[in-house]
């Protein structure tokens, strides 16, 4: 791979102080996470896997700038997001944008589709009505909806149809970046089918770059370029994944591997 | 006769556009010692089904056909007796067993709590047998773990305790909807690794819920597919995963990511998506989706026939095996 890494984090580490156990005592403290460090260049995709309290929700807050590192950098092009004053970082976040796991929770029931999609141009843009109604129209399209779509009310959607829309809130900006915390954990397998095909196209179309969190790692080896294992805050293993997970070389990933439901005897294609 | 049986159930429920059939033609049966999966997506009636053997359907909902526990007609059961049984002789694990525990009791009241009521033990009774149901769920220190709350466990331990209560009473059947969706793989794996060796050891019947086709594959005997509120193909898991006859199971299977697939491989997806309830077609639930449909399809609810051997049904008029699969071309 030639050239600067769209993305680069530098021995990220974040420590998170918990209730005080005692009067007296200092509070104490838990490392979500550990000396990352990782680059990822324009249009590929990295899946980080890992269990709950892995650390893997704290690497994707901090890639977004939502916390501050204990430790480390991240660089985005180049430039490091905690050292931007406010401004500069509200600029900066065009350039990257979140999708979360929970369509029906990361939507708000009170807003249109349309209030919705254009309200990160609004804000990071300022554009005009007639602006972001035709950028609305035009990302809808990409996700495969309609521009008639655009004065309904989410819960006129299926999850699918929902998770599309939080991903087209997610490219109305024209991100580099986008960071997928568990983007179809919560989909069923006929519609996870169609987000995760949706996926793929986008980047395909627009050069995308994906930080992916997954707990599954079908969807991690299918989407991504590079995968990295985390565990308790580490990075213990990382490589392509048709690699990773044929020869997997660390104990905590061969763990996960033989935990895969189905894994002992696998289901033809 | 068989533990349970479920015969030609409908569930109709009260929806804003008049009442819709949540559950069409649902029959199965389960006996002791036996395992079921009921797979399928959201809304397809699977929790229904699980519902409606608990007697736990909402509001308004009406029951037609019958389920036969153990000699007894439940779907006319007077709630008294529904109380009688739920708990006692039907166990139940839920999916999130942070909402299924009250957060204001400790562990081992909730546990101990069956044990009053259907078995009448006094408290020292009920608490040591829930010590010792802990220790059967494997709880690391359950002694210490029976006066902790449950915001003190991790969901596996939680999950633990949520079998231990429905295990208290020796139930003879063991309903499990979606019990580990809420859990890590490797805690996934325990907690079904302890659900199987319980049901062998006490010869309970298990119904396991679960839209997890890898967690069917390894956990139960047969199968029950559902879509639109109806059992599509059922019998022997083994069969059902190899052969596929119906175009759904061979829809769903398609459209899994598994490891092993190319970078950028596109899956094959079902086209469509699933029916509101009050919109379900008088034919066959999945022929707006089916490739295969006909005009006959539409006219009427198929029958369900045998596919192959006589212990695999299938309702389809056009079952057996799909073209190959068109879709699935790396990009």
């Not at chain 1, 179809?184 to 095909?197: K, M």
Request: charged share 25%; with cysteine; aromatic share 4%.
């Amino acid at each position: 791979m030639s050239g600067a890494p769209l993305l680069a984090a530098e021995g990220l580490g974040k420590r998170y102080r918990l209730p005080r156990e005692h009067l007296f005592a200092a509070a104490p403290e838990v490392q979500a996470l550990e000396d990352a460090s990782f680059t990822l260049h324009a249009g590929r995709s990295l899946g980080i896997v890992g269990e709950s309290g892995s650390g893997k929700s704290t690497l994707a807050r901090l890639v977004m700038a939502l916390e501050r590192p204990s430790a480390g950098r991240v660089l985005l092009e180049g430039r490091d997001l905690n050292a931007l004053d406010a401004a500069a970082l509200r600029a900066e976040r065009a350039r990257m944008q979140m999708v979360f796991q929970d369509p029906y929770g990361s939507l708000d029931p009170r807003r249109t589709v349309l209030q919705t999609v254009a309200e990160p141009l609004a804000v990071l843009h300022g554009a005009g009505r007639a602006e972001q109604r035709e950028r609305a129209a035009e990302v809808l399209d990409a996700v495969g909806l309609r521009a008639t779509d655009l004065p309904k009310y989410p819960h006129e959607f299926s999850g699918g149809q929902r998770q599309r829309i939080a991903i087209a809130r997610a490219l109305v900006t024209r991100p580099r970046l986008i960071v997928a915390d568990e983007p179809v954990s919560a989909l069923d397998v006929s519609v996870q089918a169609q987000v995760l095909n949706l996926m793929q196209d986008l980047q395909d179309r627009y050069g995308v770059t994906y930080l992916f969190i997954s707990h599954d790692l079908a969807v991690v080896d299918l989407v991504c370029d590079e995968v990295l294992v985390l565990q308790a805050g580490r990075i213990v293993e990382r490589g392509h994944p048709d690699r990773l997970f044929r020869a997997p070389e660390h104990p905590y990933t061969r763990r996960l591997l033989e935990a895969v439901p189905g894994a002992a005897r696998p289901l033809a294609g | 006769m068989p533990l349970l049986q479920v015969t030609d159930l409908r569930v109709t429920l009260p929806t804003a556009r008049g009442p819709a059939a949540a559950l069409r033609e649902v029959g199965f049966t389960l006996d002791r010692g036996q395992t079921l999966g009921l797979i399928g997506e959201s809304g397809c009636g699977k929790s229904m089904t699980a519902l409606a053997l608990m007697g736990l359907l909402p509001e308004g909902a009406q029951v037609q056909g019958s389920i036969r526990f153990d000699g007894t007609e439940l779907t006319t059961l007077p709630e008294a007796d529904w109380c009688r049984l739920r708990g006692n002789r039907i166990g139940m694990v839920f999916q999130e067993p942070m909402t299924a525990l009250n957060p204001l009791h400790t562990v081992g009241r909730q546990i101990a709590e069956p044990l009053r009521l259907h078995r009448g033990l006094d408290a020292a009774a009920a608490r040591a047998e829930a010590l010792r149901l802990l220790e059967r769920v494997q709880l690391p220190q359950a002694r210490a773990r029976l006066d902790a709350w449950p915001h003190q466990l991790s969901g596996g331990q939680r999950q633990r305790v949520v079998i231990a209560i429905a295990l208290a009473c020796k139930p003879d059947l063991l309903i499990a909807d979606e019990p580990t969706t809420a859990l890590d793989v490797t805690i996934q794996r325990e907690v079904l690794d302890l659900i199987g060796a319980l049901v062998r050891e006490s010869r309970m019947a298990l119904l396991l819920v679960s839209h997890n086709l890898g967690v069917m594959a390894d956990r139960v005997e047969r199968v029950a597919v559902m879509y639109g509120g109806m059992v599509v193909e059922s019998g022997p898991t083994a069969r059902v995963f190899g052969e596929r006859a119906h175009p759904y199971t061979q829809g769903l299977f398609a459209a899994r990511p598994r490891l092993g697939l190319a970078r950028g491989t596109r899956l094959a997806t079902i086209a469509g998506r699933v029916p509101e309830l009050a919109d379900l077609p008088a034919g066959c639930p999945f022929a707006p989706r089916c490739a295969r449909a006909g005009d006959d399809c539409r006219a009427a609810l198929p029958a369900a026939g045998t596919a192959g051997a006589a212990d695999h049904e299938v309702r389809c008029l056009r079952p057996g095996a799909a073209a190959p699969a068109a879709a699935e071309v790396p990009a």
